[in-house]
């Protein structure tokens, strides 16, 4: 098969779903296509779970079990079987956000910890991840980005952060296990970079175990990784990189125009593409130094990513380039890829139900935003109901 018809086997990439699942995939995915429907479903969702209508069941039966592995890791255990069994790897995503309490920042800790050193023994398991303001209350961040002071209560939770950094990313250390930490708006990304690099600066000597996420649509990227990489190879130490477009953009936007400053986003989607590709080629001419994870749902980007493995003589399953995309999307690539022997992870969100929901919710927000990603699930869901004649 070709290199640039590889994602249209919709037999590979749909091997694991039964029928009523791609029936299934097909309405869901025609449900987030209506953006209305969309905003509509997520008032009302949000409304009944606040006040405990019994709806988790049919939650859980429709678009939490397509796009989360379960309620909790063991829930997910048969999923990544599954998954490894197709050459696919799993990064388990503890997906529950929007809390505000130290009690739930150190549950959140603990939980990465137990996840890190549950897959040690588990090789389909090589990434362990969580966002930074799970561990941590966001205007710390903020105020620590836009170089206000802390009162020395601030100053205290700071210190729990970086002392949960610390913990996670020393059992990633010990267990061999590469941590993947999430951007998140760009007014509190400043403090997290920072953080990172020093956890990147002690626990990456040897090899990169801290990975940070470069978000592409944002202008400046590539020019921070230039820096750092150039700061690395000063002080000695390696660079891993979870590289995307990005999550964030409409509130971005809104924010710089509310505020009056310079978005920090991308003019164009060309714009995004092209920082993202640089991105990826400047990795590429750098493997020695900064490892990769390309997380990305772009069928073009993946293409580009390959044929420079192809050019370089970079094998397929070199363990320091890695494919990405989220459970529930994107089959076409990652399963395509796996079986070509490529290393692929899909990142597998969990948590209870009703924690887990506001990911869910933003995760349907942003595909009806993402021009042509919803049609393209349709189009492949189609092809493939067609093919087993559904």
Known sequence: MSTNSLFDNTETAFQLKSDSELERAYFLFKMISNEPLV?????????????????????????????????????CMPTVDRLQEVGVSSVLDYSVEGKEEEEQFEATTKKVIELT?????????PFSVFKPTGLGMF?????????EALTNEEKDLWN???SRY?????????????ILIDAEESWM??????????????????????FNTLQCYRWDRLDYLKGLHKRAKEKGFKLGFKVVRGA???????????????????????ATDDNFNNVLKYIFDNLDDIELFAGTHNESSTYIAMDIM??????????????????????????????????????IPFGPVKDVMPYLIRRAEENTSVAGQTSRELTLLKKEKERRNL
């Open 189 to 210: 990304q400043d403090a997290a970079d920072d953080l990172c690099e020093k956890m990147m600066e002690k626990y990456n000597k040897e090899r990169p175990i801290i």
């Open 248 to 270: 964030y953009m409409e509130k971005e936007n809104d924010r710089a125009l509310e505020k009056g400053y310079k978005t920090p986003i991308c003019e164009s989607k060309k």
């Open 39 to 75: 905003k509509i479903g997520s008032a009302v969702t949000k409304f009944a779970l606040n006040i405990n209508l019994p709806v988790e069941g049919l939650i859980r039966s429709t678009v939490f079990d397509h796009f989360c592995g379960g309620v909790n890791e063991l829930d």
């Open 310 to 347: 192809k050019q370089k003589s970079i094998s397929k399953s070199d363990d320091r380039v890695w494919f990405g995309q989220l459970f529930g999307m994107s089959d076409h690539i990652s399963f395509n890829l796996g079986a070509e022997g490529y290393n692929v992870g899909k990142y």
């Open 166 to 178: 610390d913990r996670i990313s020393k059992v990633a250390h010990e267990c061999n296990i590469r």
């Open 139 to 147: 205007k710390i961040w903020q105020k620590l980005t836009e170089k």
């Open 160 to 162: 729990n952060i970086v």
């Open 117 to 125: 050193k549950f897959a040690k023994n588990k090789e389909a398991m």
